[in-house]
């Protein structure tokens, strides 16, 4: 096996901070305190200081507070029944919240080392139908990486029952390119940019095989969809639809462009190179509302359960909790997690630039959850020496490098929804990441024994996957790899990695699948599952379907299967870019290729015609078609684009 190259691009060394413990962590069971403090005295587990206690009325007027205002050393309690108006800028020690504590419609900044909501407690800044449309930023602040509050660490927004609604301006979380950016240009053009403003932060994703080549830039002016950016580009950011040759397919590969942006900000107060940054735990009973928030320098690296959002435990009672329209970016660990909670909504948010896996259903007990038009973009592997080996999953680590093995959606439970979501720029991973429930048991996770093939357990999948539209682009290794069998290196827009799918239909619907190093659509092992693959296009790709061994049950249909788009860096085609040297730049040599149905690696296959690969049959190296069983059906599939 090659060894690695020495180092990373160099703004991958700006963020090494990002690197320095476990992205492949789970969650703790955490009890939740059930009998309400009727006198505003903290937890006995926290550093104690004299509580101070609210009544009705402002925080800004004295007698709320017994003619003592809190300061910042103060723990403050708002008890039941009592309703306080935040109508302040507050500094104080910690804050639990039994009654209600509401945003005035005013700038504001509420800073705590931590901020816990009881039953029947609220924190309120905006409704659904009323948002907040001023800015509040809420700063957690603890240092003390030793201090436990409640089981649950310090430095969070919690909630035990409690009500929390954050409500902030709704406006367009992403669009598309109208046309290409090139390098060193100044202004871009976009599909939709009527809310955004001068001085917002943006993000354009990138098109070619690259995850760092997004960029991050602020809006200087704008007029109409065009937007003139603080800094020149970089990178040519592609802005075209194409028909893919005589097919009549179209293939979108326009670069997706992504408002960073809200003015309700939940963040950590993380000093350069810190990798204690702030998180939140959403527990039973509680009801977690949020839209239009921006939630930054959160997440506690190597740290068990400590994430950006982080519903836990919620069970259904979780229901009608939802994260819209919102962005998590600049995180240290993770972004949506979801463990054990069931039938939440998550929908038009933004994931960039994070450690570990983007969304993460944890424990295979996670259904009735929505994913709907969600954009997650630039998330980096964990090197396997700064990983806490007590909390790692054990097939995190990648078997051929140094690195842990990341993803968009790490997907536990097939029952749940996936509609219209984007995947772009995963370093060393998946887009879509299906997992065996039974593959995640391991020593520390007691509730993780969904399914064992054996019989041991019963899977808990109770319906059929709802799988369609989305997109899957810019997926590639962190490093060079070397050898002969890449089978297990990153790189899949679609990673079917040994599901159980007994107790549902499993249909991957209308999937884009382009620029990614491996294969558009990775197959089982085994005969578990019979999965369908139908209205897949894919280009710019590898190969596009693998199906693994000993699995003929796979059908594919309905589909395109393209070589090269004219999606190519300045100056090159697709005829003459030196595709050999961009596969052996991911480890994947010609010896590899033996194992390929259907590649888009040039003149190595001979070129297959429509439904030219018969049912029950597979394409091997030279091209000749074998008796060996890999799909059930490959019907109405046109190939093409290779020549």
Not at 35 to 61: C, F, I, Q, Y
Not at 488 to 517: C, E, H, P, Q
């Amino acid at each position: 096996m090659k060894s690695r190259k020495d180092g990373f691009d160099g703004r991958f060394l700006l963020t090494l901070a990002l690197l320095a413990a476990c992205s492949q962590v789970g969650s703790v069971p955490i009890t939740p305190v059930t009998t309400p403090d009727p006198v505003g005295v903290t937890d006995p587990s926290a550093p104690t200081k004299p509580a101070v206690v609210g009544a009705l009325g402002s925080w800004s007027n004295p007698a709320t507070w017994g003619g003592n205002s809190p300061t910042a050393s103060s723990s403050v309690t708002i008890a039941a029944g009592q309703t306080v108006t935040l109508d302040a800028d507050v500094n104080v020690k910690n804050l639990t919240v039994y009654g209600n504590l509401v945003c005035a419609e005013r700038d504001l900044k509420l800073t705590a080392n931590w901020i816990m909501v009881h039953a029947p407690g609220r924190l309120e800044c905006g409704t659904a139908s009323k948002p907040f449309t001023k800015r509040l930023v809420v700063t957690l602040n603890a240092s003390d990486a030793s201090e436990n509050v409640m089981g649950m660490g310090t430095k969070f927004l919690g909630a035990m029952g409690g009500v929390i609604d954050l409500h902030g301006e709704s406006r367009t979380s992403w669009t598309k390119l109208s046309a290409t950016a090139e390098l060193g240009a100044t202004q871009i053009n976009v599909i939709e940019a009527s809310n955004w403003r001068v001085g917002d932060r943006i993000v354009i994703a990138p098109t070619d095989f690259q995850p760092l080549e997004a960029e991050e830039r602020t809006v200087k002016a704008i007029s109409g969809t065009t937007i003139t950016l603080d800094a020149p580009l970089e990178y040519r950011h592609w802005g075209k639809v194409q028909t893919l040759g005589a097919t009549g397919e179209t293939m979108d590969e326009r670069a997706e462009v992504a408002l960073l942006s809200r003015n309700i900000t939940i963040r950590g107060d993380n000093l350069p190179g810190s990798s204690f940054g702030a998180h939140t735990m959403y527990m039973t009973g509680s009801t977690v509302r949020m839209r239009g928030v921006e939630i930054t320098g959160m997440g506690q690296l190597g740290t068990l359960g400590r994430y950006p959002w982080h519903a836990h435990l919620l069970g259904d009672g979780g229901a009608g909790s939802y994260l819209t329209d919102s962005s998590l970016h600049s995180n240290l660990q993770r972004g949506i997690v979801v463990h054990r909670s069931n039938n939440l909504v998550f929908k038009n948010n933004v994931v960039y630039n994070t450690v570990g896996h983007m969304v993460f259903l944890e424990s295979s007990t996670e259904q009735g959850n929505t994913f709907e038009n969600n954009l997650l973009l630039l998330t980096r592997p964990v090197p396997l020496a700064s990983m806490n080996p007590t909390i790692a999953f054990d097939h995190a680590a990648d078997p051929l490098g140094d690195f842990s093995r990341v993803s968009g959606f790490w997907i536990s439970n097939q029952n749940n929804r996936f509609v219209g979501n984007h995947v772009a720029g995963i370093l060393n991973g998946h887009g879509y990441w299906f997992v065996e429930g039974a593959a995640l048991i391991n020593s520390r996770d007691y509730d993780l024994r969904a399914y064992r093939p054996n019989g041991e357990a019963k899977p808990p999948y109770q319906g059929a996957l709802t799988f369609d539209g989305n997109v899957a682009h810019t997926i590639r290794p962190a490093l060079e790899y070397g050898g002969s069998n890449p089978m297990r290196v990153a790189g899949n827009g679609v990673m079917l990695d040994g599901v159980y799918f007994g107790s549902g239909d499993v249909t991957i619907r209308n999937t884009r699948v382009w620029k990614v190093s491996m294969y558009a659509v990775w197959g089982l092992f085994g005969d578990l599952a019979a999965p369908v693959v139908t209205g897949l296009v894919t280009a710019d790709a590898k190969s596009a379907i693998f199906n693994g061994e000993h699995n003929g049950l796979m059908r594919v249909n309905n589909s395109v299967l393209y070589g090269m788009t004219d999606n190519q860096p300045p100056n090159i085609t697709a005829r003459s870019r030196d595709w050999p040297a961009l596969w052996k730049s991911f480890g994947h040599f010609p010896d590899d290729l033996s194992i390929e149905p259907v590649s888009t690696y040039p003149d190595t296959f001979e070129v297959p015609t429509q439904d030219g690969i018969a049912p029950e049959s597979v394409m091997t190296a030279n091209g000749s078609v074998t008796g060996t069983p890999v799909f059930s059906e490959f019907s109405r599939v046109t190939l093409g684009g290779w020549r």
